[in-house]
Each structure stands twice: as C-alpha cells, then as structure tokens.
C-alpha cells in the first residue's frame, strides 16, 4: 500500500532524495532552502503538512556544520507547521566518531548532536551503519538503525566468486560488523592486528587468519583518509592474498584521499551513495558507488505504515 507522507530533502544529497522519491512514487515537497547574504540558512516550506507524516532526507556530510543546520532548521520549520510527526533520515549520521571521551577535558559531541535533533522537534530519527552502535541510546525518540550490508551481499553475489572470498576486518573494533557480513555470504573471517599512533595515522602490525591465495574483502563503515585500508591491503598482499577489495559504508574521503586510494594496491573501493560522491569520486578508476535508496524508501515506506523494519535485515 502507497504511504500518505510527505518527503524534504535538503542540500546535502540531492540525487539520493530523489532516488528514494522515485523508489516510493512519492514527490519531494516544494522547499526552499537559501541563504541570505551573511550565509544564515533560511527554509520555506512551500506546501501544505498540517497533519502529515514527514520525512526530512538530510545526511549531515561535509560541510557538515551547514547540512547540520539545515536540517535543524527544516525541522524547526515543519514543526511550526504542525506536521503530525516528524522523523529525520540521515543516511549518514555525522559527529559520529566523536562518541565517547577518549582522553579528558573533550566533548563527547555525537551526544550533543542528537540532543540538536531531538529538541527541534523530530519525533524519530532514521540512520544507516552508524559508527557506534550504542549512538542509538544518545537520542530520547525512537531510532531506528539501517545496515547496507543486504546491499553490498548483493553486489558481492554479482560480482565474486564466493567460493575463494574472506572477508576481514581493518582492525579488531570492526570484527562484528565484518562477521556479520561474512556470516551473509558463508565466507570465513580475517583481521587485521593494527596499532594507531596518532589520529589519522595506522600502522599495520599483523594478520590473523590464512588469507594466502583469497580474494579479500575488506569491510567498514566509515572510510575517510583511507590511509587504513590502503594500509591493510598492502599487509594481505603481503600475506599472499591473490587481490583485495573494499566495502564501505559511507565515503567521506576528505582530503587527498581518493588519490590516495586511486594509487593504492585495492582491486576497487565499493562505497555507498549515504554521501553525494565529488567529482573526484565519480572519475576515479578504482572506486565505484552503489545505492542504498531502495533500502531507504522500504524502510521510510515501513515506518510510515507501521510496519516492521527490522525484519528487513533478517
């Protein structure tokens, strides 16, 4: 059955809001989103939503103080216009990595975040792979946390030959998620032993598993520098892993990264479109971006019509 609701996207990820628009065979409502001369945000909602089930697509990527504003203030506006209920999709939840208090007198800023949210007047909040899972109790509303790994399975089943795949994890806080992937594709496990010397930096210290003549598929949510993935490729092949490849979540990618990627030893790097890719991303020959929009769709379709979303993911 259709869902009755109302979709807004703001500016951070235009073509992935319009990707879930087509999915639902719901319009994106008319929203203005400008900025005035000394860049303050300013939002018009230029429809209707008294009453109605509203889903405001917003990833909070760079520049993520912008988008995150944005969607305050989306949010804010909506309110205002007594929308019945308000839920917050974020594709990619940044401040993210910022969730606990690694050494003293630091912001734990990913609860702050979310308290931003909760008190503009979202009623729910809707993510994909969050860095921490237990992000999800740093809001009091209902959250609902997405996995992109049925995605990459997908991708993976079309592309490898399961039969000489491993999947490994980039570094020991990772193994869960990389388990369960390769729990999905009956393919065994690896990880790789890695001592941070300062943010930024990874240094590769051991293997554990055979990886010798595999096929590797390395699996995180976040990849930014990429200076740890490119460096885990190199300790596989190193090993006598036959290639390695790469799935990510989310592509932030700042800086030299995609260059540094492009230059690495990785077969391909497979991102998710939670972030719009730059031009740089779209052009580099080793990196390649799937869609998580039908699995947003299904699941904003299943929220508004109070339908299970966790059994998307059995």
Request: one cysteine or more; hydrophobic letters at 45%.
């Amino acid at each position: 059955m259709k869902p009755s609701i109302k979709l807004v996207a703001g500016n951070s990820n235009r073509p992935l809001a319009e990707a879930i628009s087509n999915y639902l065979e719901v319009p994106l409502a008319t929203c203005l989103v400008r900025r005035f001369a000394d860049m303050e945000i300013f939002v018009e909602i230029q429809e209707n939503v008294r009453g109605e089930d509203v889903f405001i697509l917003q990833s909070t990527s760079f520049p993520a103080n912008d988008h995150l504003m944005e969607l305050l203030i989306i949010t804010d506006a909506l309110r205002r216009s007594s929308a019945r209920r308000i839920t917050a999709v974020l594709p990619y939840f940044g401040y993210a990595r910022q969730d606990r208090r690694a050494t003293g007198r630091t912001p734990i800023s990913a609860k702050l975040v979310s308290n931003l949210i909760t008190h503009a007047g979202a009623d729910r909040v809707l993510t994909v792979d969050l860095h921490a899972g237990q992000i999800q109790g740093f809001f009091d509303i209902p959250t609902d946390n997405l996995f992109s790994a049925p995605v990459m399975v997908r991708d993976i089943n079309e592309r490898l030959d399961l039969s000489n795949v491993m999947v490994v994890s980039p570094d020991v806080g990772g193994v869960v998620r990389a388990r369960a992937l390769a729990k999905r594709i009956d393919a065994p496990l690896a990880i790789v032993d890695k001592r941070r010397e300062r943010p930024g930096e990874s240094e590769v210290m051991n293997i554990i598993g055979d990886v010798a003549g595999k096929s590797c598929i390395l699996v995180d949510d976040i990849i930014d520098s990429g200076g740890t993935l490119c460096n885990a490729a190199d300790a596989l092949l190193a090993k006598g892993a036959k290639e390695v490849y790469a799935y990510c979540t989310h592509g932030v990618l700042s800086g030299g990264a995609v260059a540094r990627i492009a230059s690495s030893r990785l077969k391909e790097l497979v991102i998710t479109d939670s972030i719009q890719a730059t031009e740089a991303v779209r052009v580099a020959p080793n990196i390649r971006t799937i869609t998580i929009s039908s699995l947003l769709g299904e699941a904003i379709g299943r929220t508004a019509t109070e339908s299970s979303v966790s059994s998307l993911f059995d």
